[in-house]
């Protein structure tokens, strides 16, 4: 008997299942797929209810965690996801933080333990397909690129996955969405570089999320401690709209027969979990 189709995201903070898998996760959930969210870290560093940031004398790391990893449930429940794992790494901080220095940061963790962890949730669960970032995180942060490092090893190490992606940000939908705002008269308030986001030709999946918008924005929203940091929740609704209607990914690899350009990360997987 074929194992139920299964999704991993694995990813490295509270809140970032949301933006580049949200929507993946709720139409997965809402498709009789099972899903299972790995977050690495506790999302420690950030502000505390005080506002005092981390390195601030006072600032309370275990109650920034305790917030986060409530928001993070919440998150979950909205998004109808089935197991969430916390493996429960320290926050590293962005990238120049004092926070980076510390031997318990999950940056700094040999990749080998905590890869061996999401080996373990990987027997467990056993997920023909598991998504998470490319070779820089998406945008640098050392926890994403950990997490990467970990998700690549423990798929390579258990042989697990039958595919793998990373998430990505086509740089045709960056332009696409800067164009609508200027023409609108909107201002996003960031200007992104030429070489931001993914080449259009290392996108080989896009998948319509536009029918889970209500549950991604409010998972985003459940991330009110995250709030001052997520632009996009500042943003009028038509752009978020046309922002969180899909999700796009990069195809690492597949051990299952798959077109050039798909709009289903299980494509070449349901025939044979329902034969």
């Known amino acids: 008997m074929e194992p139920e189709l299964t999704l991993m995201a694995v990813h490295a903070h509270p809140d970032d299942e949301v933006l580049g898998t949200g929507g993946l ?3 997965c959930a809402a498709e009789g797929i099972r899903t299972v969210l790995v977050t690495c870290t506790n999302g420690d560093a950030g502000d505390d209810s005080g506002g005092l940031k981390p390195g601030d004398a006072g600032h309370d790391a275990p109650e920034v965690a305790r917030r986060r990893l409530a928001e993070l449930e919440e998150s979950a429940r909205l998004l109808g996801i089935d197991h969430v794992e916390v493996l429960g790494y320290r926050d590293s901080g962005m990238v120049g933080w004092a926070t980076n220095d510390d031997p318990a940061a999950f940056s700094n963790i040999a990749a080998g333990e905590s890869a061996g962890r999401l080996a373990e949730l990987m027997e467990r669960y056993r997920p023909q397909v598991v998504v998470t970032y490319d070779e820089n995180g998406g945008y640098g942060h050392p926890d994403h690129i ?22 990505a940000m086509p740089r045709s939908g960056i332009k696409q969405m800067l164009d609508y705002a200027a023409s ?89 979990a329902s034969g």
Do not use: C, M, W
């Open 25 to 27: 996760l709720a139409r």
């Open 146 to 167: 950990q997490a990467h490092r970990i998700a690549v090893a423990a798929a390579e190490s258990t042989g697990i996955p039958d595919k793998l992606y990373y998430t």
């Open 184 to 272: 609108a008269g909107l201002d996003l308030g960031f200007e992104p570089d030429d070489d931001f986001g993914t080449p259009d030709e290392l996108v080989h999946g896009v998948v319509d999320v536009s029918a889970h918008f209500d549950s991604k924005r409010k998972a985003l929203e459940a991330h009110a401690s995250q709030g001052d940091n997520i632009f996009l929740l500042r943003l009028p609704e038509e752009v978020q709209r046309l922002v969180f209607g899909t999700e796009a990914f990069t195809r690492v690899f597949s051990r299952v027969a798959v077109p050039d350009h798909e709009d289903d990360l299980f494509t070449g997987l349901r025939a044979a």
